[in-house]
């Protein structure tokens, strides 16, 4: 497989009280962008109501970048959406404001997006210090009443399937982005945005990699951890529920609501609080949940969408490509 055309690139990066951050992601951005041949694109960075100078650092700093501006903070879901929303090129990619890319990020993804059933591609997260792996493919882990796909597949050299594409790096084509509607809002402010979108190209029939020649590092930001900690596990918990609930079968969907209802009851006996409190988030959203579901129909009118089991079996029964086979020399 090699690279035969060229692809332009929206690289749209999210934004909340970053300035300390934001100068060294834009400036690797930008040089793993040219360094890997890529000469039609631009940088998008979309702010979520930051309260900091990040908007005029960067302004003052660079003067090519776009700036997308909101005056409500809405979490991570609805600030990508603005940026995705103001994006021109043929592909997208998503970068946090706390990962730095490698120069040569981009030269193994591309030829991957010669396969038009390519959905995205996401590279290896390094930890900045130690440079240890943090993110490599997901594994499908699909059962009866359960959708799980945070266990990590790591390679070194060959192209792997992955049930989702993080949503701090991952280059995904436009188009089928647009066609999908962009990440679910309902998931805001954080968490399982990233699993749902890749679910939902899965089951449109596209393709989702993981290229670990493609290197990023993440240098540990972060909002989440000044946040009472119960308050991110509740998220958390509630946005795992939504993807359960978007994702199953209609049967399955309501006996996957009464085994958590039960569940949450058995832990409040217990005296454990946060399966009720995430339970009862996601009872708030039932009308919400339930008009998403039909949306999703709708927009998929003559297609036949895969079933969540069957996605497992696509990916499960996907071979590994080795990544010289897909990197022009």
């Known amino acids: 497989m090699t690279n035969s055309r060229k692809f332009s690139v929206s690289v749209v990066i999210p934004n909340y009280n970053g300035q300390h951050l934001l100068v060294d992601t834009i400036k690797s951005a930008h040089e793993a962008l040219v360094s890997s041949g890529i000469s039609d694109f631009e940088i998008i960075v979309s702010d979520d109501a930051s309260t900091d100078d990040s908007m005029n650092l960067v302004s003052n700093l660079f003067s090519d970048v776009i700036l997308v501006k909101s005056q409500v903070n809405t979490g991570f879901a609805g600030n990508m959406n603005r940026g995705i929303n103001q994006a021109s090129k043929d592909l997208v990619c998503f970068l946090n404001s706390d990962v730095h890319l490698t120069p040569a990020y981009f030269i193994s993804q591309l030829p991957l997006f010669e ?145 958590i209802f039960f569940n949450s009851l058995g832990q409040l006996f217990l005296g454990n609080t946060l399966h009720t409190k995430s339970f009862m988030a996601v009872f708030k959203q039932l009308k919400k949940l339930q008009k998403e579901r039909k949306k999703r129909r709708l927009t998929a009118k003559g297609k036949t969408l895969l079933s969540v089991m069957q996605v497992k079996k696509v990916i499960d029964g996907m071979t590994h490509i080795a990544s010289k086979d897909v990197v022009p020399s």
Request: overall charge positive.
């Open 115 to 259: 396969d038009q059933q390519t959905f995205g591609v996401m590279g290896a997260i390094l930890d900045q210090e130690t440079k240890e792996a943090q993110d490599g493919a997901k594994i499908a882990r699909i059962q009866l009443l359960r959708i799980d796909g945070n266990k990590n597949n790591f390679s070194q050299t060959d192209v792997l399937p992955t049930m989702f594409l993080s949503g701090a790096n991952a280059l995904v084509r436009r188009e089928y982005l647009n066609e999908l509607g962009g990440f679910c809002e309902l998931f805001n402010p954080y968490y399982s945005e990233d699993v749902d979108l890749g679910i939902r190209a899965w089951r449109s029939g596209w393709k989702l990699y993981f290229q670990p020649l493609a290197i990023c590092y993440h240098a540990q930001s972060s909002t989440i951890k000044k946040l009472p900690n119960n308050t991110v596990r509740m998220i958390a918990k509630r946005n795992k529920h939504f993807v359960h609930f978007l994702h199953l079968p209609l049967l399955l969907n309501w006996i996957y609501l009464m085994t």
